[in-house]
């Protein structure tokens, strides 16, 4: 059947061919892969229709006489929008530039096949979180951007504060300090009190100076916290849903844009790895990286490093890897101590998977008036965390939560090596681009 296409078809120029009496166009419009091949009278072409140039075609679309494609236009008129200089478009027809090279082009890059694929995965990977979400009876909370409390403790803060600096002896805009956030968990322990299951999803922010391919200064968490919560295994089962439920949605929905990234057969296989998990101890980790031909020194008590993460999941069978139970020392004050002296564990637990390392870090939290009092003490920060008291003071439940760092689910279940290729605008030190 043929049809009149009323409006015109809106795009851009990603191929150009032409012939004696035709010319043939493929247009993009970034809903997806596909580009609708239009083929038009060697009349209709113009000087202007060049790789990379934006058009509005009206024709006739028809079924295509070819198996590539269902359909095709027939073009009575195409009228060039946007001009492209095909001499200084950085990208050149029939080239697949690799990411490293696309990255120099902030801007430009989501005109490219690769990194449009990416960023439509990326807006239905967004989806599978909140479905998941959805499904399971969490409520979504809009956590703050600018928050007074540093939730990590780790000195990663930026601290924000109007560009009108002045005077330094002024007061602070908000009447103390204010910084951008590092993680959203202590709001969602607040929310947690009231609502039991509750994520966000947002922003967050971090001023690691480094350079690494999988740490930005700006990358979106996926957090969620679970009142009535008790046991570890129950928060790794919440994880270990999570992580099979979204990774399925993505593989299964953008179909085509992940065959980019992986061959099907390489992509099933990743899949099969990926769904299923293995469990260790802390302990247990020190053992293996003590037995490992691979000469490390790494005495318990020490935090894992990349190269130890990444040997954890090679022992396992390159298969996701929760470690359960690090020294208490090694946590933040929120964590809850385990009863086992003379370890003094926390129960918290960090999934590493592979080709990335550490994906998700969560805790049983501290509900222990006396036990989170005692601890603040330690810290010095009984007074800055009188209201995180307050949580345990008014109807305190056992509860626990974890974050999930959105980029590294992409790095993870797409194989890129890279963490700046899977956000749109990435920031990192010394690179705000844009
Ligand atoms: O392990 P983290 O620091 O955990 C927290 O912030 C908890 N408060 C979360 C919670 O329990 N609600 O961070 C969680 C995850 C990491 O496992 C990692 O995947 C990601 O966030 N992440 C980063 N991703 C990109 N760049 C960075 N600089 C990151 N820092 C952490």
Excluded at 102 to 126: D, K, M, V, Y
Excluded at 250 to 279: G, P, Q
Excluded at 367 to 375: K, N
């Amino acid at each position: 059947r043929t049809r009149m296409i009323n409006l015109p078809h809106a795009g851009w120029v990603r191929s150009v061919r032409t012939q004696k009496a035709h010319i043939f166009l493929h247009v993009n419009d970034g809903s997806s892969l596909q580009s609708l091949q239009v083929v038009a009278g060697a009349e209709l072409n113009d000087q202007l229709l060049t790789f990379g140039s934006a058009v509005e075609v009206t024709g006739i679309l028809k079924k295509s006489p070819h198996q590539k494609q269902a359909v095709e236009l027939e073009a009575q008129r195409i009228h060039v929008i946007g001009e492209c200089d095909p001499v200084d478009f950085p990208f050149k027809i029939k080239e697949r530039h690799n990411l490293e090279y696309l990255r120099q082009f902030p801007h430009l890059r989501c005109r490219t096949n690769a990194f449009s694929s990416l960023l439509r995965i990326r807006s239905e990977a967004t989806a599978a979180f909140h479905s998941f979400f959805k499904d399971n009876g969490f409520v979504q909370i809009h956590t703050p951007v600018i928050t007074s409390n540093d939730c990590e403790g780790a000195g990663e803060l930026f601290q924000v504060e109007p560009s009108s600096v002045g005077d330094a002896h002024r007061e602070f805009f908000f009447s103390v300090p204010a910084f951008l956030t590092v993680s959203g968990q202590l709001h969602l322990e607040v929310m947690s009190g009231a609502f039991s299951r509750v994520y966000t999803f947002g922003p967050t922010f971090r001023a690691e100076n480094s350079q690494s391919r999988r740490h930005l200064a700006e990358f979106y968490m996926v957090e969620a916290e679970l009142g009535f919560l008790r046991s570890l295994n129950d928060l790794t089962k919440v994880m270990e849903d999570m992580f099979k439920s979204t990774t399925e949605q993505v593989l299964a929905r953008c179909v085509e844009d992940v065959d980019l990234f992986h061959s099907k057969e390489v992509f099933f296989k990743a899949l099969n790895v990926i769904l299923s998990t293995f469990r260790m101890s802390y302990s247990e980790a020190v053992e293996i990286l003590g037995r490992s031909t691979e000469n490390f020194t790494f005495p318990w008590g020490c935090d894992l490093k990349t190269e130890h993460e990444k040997h954890l999941v090679k022992h396992c069978g390159n298969v996701p890897v929760f470690v359960t139970d690090y020294p208490y020392r090694l946590k933040p004050f929120y964590a809850r101590a385990n009863q086992d002296p003379p370890q003094n564990t926390a129960a918290a637990v960090d999934l590493l998977v592979p080709g990335v390392g550490e994906l998700c870090g969560g805790s049983l939290r501290e509900e222990r008036l006396d036990v989170l009092t005692a601890h603040l003490e330690d810290a010095g920060l009984e007074d800055t965390y009188d209201w995180y008291l307050d949580l345990r003071r008014f109807g305190s439940v056992p509860h626990g939560g974890f974050g999930l760092g959105f980029e590294r689910f992409l790095q993870c279940v797409l194989g890129v090596d890279n963490i700046k290729d899977v956000i749109p605008f990435p920031r990192y030190s010394h690179s705000c681009l844009l």
